[in-house]
């Protein structure tokens, strides 16, 4: 009977969602979600593909992943001061997300964060992030610019793959390695600045991005892969 559900209120007394809880409730649009309420497990609204207004509460401490995977509705949303981990493809195919603001200071987006988040034009990352799985960017079609903070050392495999509007990537930090097709397709990118602490370029890094037309490779560079450029 869950397949019919529009809207549901969770009441003071649920502390988790657990996994799987409205997977697939297709006609679930709203859900309004209690302040107790301090975890989201695997899967919970995977697939709610109508689900367009969602407001996480403030004392949230874990999201799992996948947890709003295939919300193709979902336009925005705030992730809570408590998560510190964007978990693998917590936010996948959510084709509409427009907006997101996260209020904690999250150290690791895994793989598949925001895959397939076809509009989403911007996101303001941690200044205490340590990583970014691979493709937790991939087919970000709308990403224009991105900033990475000082503590990322390393583009994982297709973090930005696909990213055709993608045109400003800066580096705050000592970022090491890019990675196989981690800018794979990134059509956008005209200028690319390395970051000095460069020691390796992965395979097909920078394949087809056809208007990338200036680049200096930095002295410390001691790989490149097949197909880089």
């Given at each position: 009977f869950l397949k019919k559900i529009e809207s549901i209120e969770i009441p003071s007394s649920v502390t988790s969602i657990k996994n799987d809880t409205f997977n697939c409730c297709?006609?679930?649009?709203?859900?309004?979600?209690?302040?107790?309420?301090?975890?989201?497990?695997?899967?919970?609204?995977?697939?709610?593909?109508?689900?367009?207004?969602?407001?996480?509460?403030?004392?949230?401490?874990?999201?799992?992943?996948?947890?709003?995977?295939?919300?193709?509705?979902?336009?925005?949303?705030?992730?809570?001061?408590?998560?510190?981990?964007?978990?693998?493809?917590?936010?996948?195919?959510?084709?509409?997300?427009r907006a997101i603001t996260i209020l904690g200071n999250v150290s690791s987006i895994k793989a598949n964060a925001f895959y397939h988040c076809d509009v989403l034009p911007s996101i303001n990352l941690s200044k205490d992030l340590l990583e970014i799985g691979s493709s937790a960017f991939e087919n970000c079609y709308e990403l224009s610019s991105i900033t990475i903070p000082e503590k990322v050392t390393t583009i994982n495999s297709l973090v930005f793959h696909y990213c055709y509007s993608l045109e400003s990537v800066t580096f705050s930090g000592k970022v090491t390695a890019i990675n196989t097709q981690a800018f794979a397709n990134c059509i956008g990118i005209q200028t690319f600045t390395f970051p000095d602490s460069l020691t390796s370029l992965g395979s097909n890094a920078f394949y087809f991005c056809q208007n990338l037309q200036t680049i200096v490779i930095p002295k410390d560079v001691n790989s490149i892969g097949e197909g880089c450029f």
């Open positions: 297709i006609k679930l649009s709203s859900v309004s979600l209690h302040s107790n309420i301090r975890t989201i497990e695997e899967r919970a609204f995977f697939n709610c593909s109508m689900l367009n207004d969602i407001s996480l509460p403030t004392n949230l401490e874990t999201l799992g992943s996948y947890a709003f995977s295939d919300c193709t509705k979902l336009q925005s949303i705030a992730v809570p001061q408590g998560i510190t981990i964007i978990e693998e493809g917590l936010f996948y195919r959510c084709t509409s997300l």
